[in-house]
């Protein structure tokens, strides 16, 4: 298995996931169909599919040309909004890439309600990391915003991706680290795991694919509610729920101009 990152747009990531004994690709978020194409020719590989992590145009808007372009490929994604889908998937919903690449689907509504987090790992290589591709609801050292949902339903998106082993990879929808990073230092400038992002941050350009979900349990405010500096920046008491607390730290994000 071997995943390669395809920036589009101006900070959006689309992927090429390869399933390397079969060399057949899938696609995710394919946004930018010709640089997709150059991808998969480049590395030699037959893209047969596409995961679409949610409906936003930025994910899913070059799903028509890539059905155009790969008329015999299944398009997954979560829900009829998604453009040229042909396949519906749900929660823990698994499919297999190739010859050894395993997907298993995970929802996690809220930046969308057909948000959508594909967890991918190769059964041929049981000691290779895990990788997972969480679209715009968790990114390094951040969270997307609740457009569709509720800060209960991101605590509860992403304590489920704190469920993946510590060692997976995180494949994010965009290029927001350095935000992240100021934000982080501004709640939690204490803590150790900021210095090592910001070390990542000032070291790569393309931060993707480079930290864990190990690593965002220590570093990530929004996957940090019960620590002491989260709950001091958001006012927090005792009595004062995780999703209040979730609500109350993305808006401060929202307004924040650090």
């Known amino acids: 298995m071997r995943v390669l990152p395809v920036p589009v747009r101006e900070d959006n990531y689309a992927y090429l996931l390869v399933d390397e004994s079969s060399n057949k690709a899938a696609a995710v ?3 930018d169909v010709p640089k997709i194409a150059d991808a998969a020719n480049k590395l030699g590989v037959q893209i047969v599919a596409a995961f679409t992590t949610h409906h936003h145009f930025d994910h899913s808007g070059g799903n028509k040309d890539f059905a155009a372009k790969y008329p015999d490929a299944t398009i997954f994604g979560g829900s009829d909004k998604v453009s040229a889908l042909s396949k519906l998937v749900k929660d823990q919903d698994e499919l297999l890439l190739g010859d050894n690449t395993h997907i298993r689907c995970l929802a996690t509504p809220c930046h969308t309600q057909d948000s959508i987090c594909y967890y991918v790992t190769d059964k041929a290589k049981p000691t290779q990391p895990g990788g997972v591709f969480t679209g715009d609801t968790l990114f390094i050292g951040g ?3 609740f457009f569709e949902g509720t800060g209960d339903e991101m605590n509860r998106a992403l304590k489920y991706l704190g469920t993946l ?16 990073l100021a934000f982080a230092k501004s709640v ?11 070390t990542l941050v000032k070291t790569n350009k393309i931060t993707t694919g480079l930290t864990t979900i190990g690593d965002e349990k220590e570093w990530n ?6 620590s002491d500096a989260v709950k001091s920046a958001t006012a927090a008491t005792a009595d004062t729920s995780e999703s209040t607390i979730m609500d109350t730290l993305r808006d401060q994000k929202n307004n924040f101009r650090g």
């Open 188 to 198: 939690d400038p204490a803590n150790p795991a900021v210095v090592r992002l910001e």
């Open 29 to 31: 978020d394919p946004y």
């Open 221 to 226: 405010v929004f996957m940090r509610l019960t």
């Open 165 to 180: 082993p510590d060692s997976t990879i995180v494949y994010n929808g965009h290029e927001y680290t350095a935000g992240n």
């Open 143 to 145: 969270s997307g915003r």
